[in-house]
């Protein structure tokens, strides 16, 4: 899974893509989540989800190049290739920052997105539809059918975004957040496996590589793209 895309910060072109995130990325991700949430989870809390088969937890980084995941070294002799397959060794810490990352659990037929955050200085370039990309093909991986999450019923720039991946509000929760009580709209898909939908993916990630196939020039400042706050509030941390 490695979608890219290309915006300006500065008068440097960044190249941001979206992979599985790793343990070594948890320190970037708990500051954005910090500074995303009022009840941010624990560091604890993240390590359980990622460690979970039925969820796949996503980051997006930035750097000047493509970023190309080392794997780490393979251990050698008959027992080495058997821990490789029980106990797998993370790769290498990244050297690119973490600008986004989001979350997904399957729940029966259902991929829950548990959450979508961008850090507060790369909101607004693309970064949220970015990760919702990712999120998808994650969702193939595990096998479910459709997609859903809860956003603030405030969160009108986010639902517009969701609404262009084809989510439409299924119901409302109240008292949902525990910060402020404010209620939640639940927003579902159809089928994933609808040819209609297949193809209206296929078109928002061509018309995505189109929109950021050339950053601004060296010494321009960059406009950022219409696409709104690119966070969600998540549920409570699980216990």
Request: glycine share 8%; hydrophobic share 40%; proline share 8%.
């Amino acid at each position: 899974m490695q979608h890219c895309l290309s915006s300006g910060a500065g008068t440097q072109a960044i190249e941001h893509v979206v992979e599985r995130m790793r343990a070594t990325d948890l320190a970037q991700v708990r500051q954005i989540e910090r500074q995303s949430f009022a009840t941010p989870w624990s560091a604890a809390a993240l390590r359980h989800e990622l460690r979970q088969h039925a969820a796949r937890y996503l980051v997006a980084r930035a750097a000047t190049s493509v970023v190309a995941t080392v794997p780490p070294p393979t251990r050698r002799g008959w027992f080495g290739r058997l821990l490789d397959r029980i106990a797998p060794r993370e790769p290498a810490p990244s050297p690119h920052p973490v600008t986004g990352y989001a979350g997904i659990c399957r729940e029966g037929s259902v991929g829950h997105i548990t959450v979508i955050a961008v850090a507060p200085h790369w909101r607004r370039h693309g970064i949220g539809e970015l990760l919702l990309h990712g999120l998808v093909d994650a969702a193939a991986e595990l096998g479910v059918d459709t997609l859903s999450l809860e956003v603030r019923v405030s969160n009108v720039a986010a639902q517009r975004l969701y609404e262009r991946f084809g989510f439409t509000v299924s119901a409302r929760r109240h008292d949902y957040y525990t910060d402020d009580r404010e209620d939640a709209l639940v927003m579902v898909t159809g089928t994933l496996r609808d040819a209609g939908y297949r193809a209206q993916l296929a078109e928002r990630r061509a018309a995505m590589r189109q929109r950021h196939a050339h950053p601004p020039a060296v010494g321009r400042p960059h406009t950022p793209t219409a696409d709104g706050p690119q966070t969600i509030t998540p549920p409570s941390p699980p216990e």
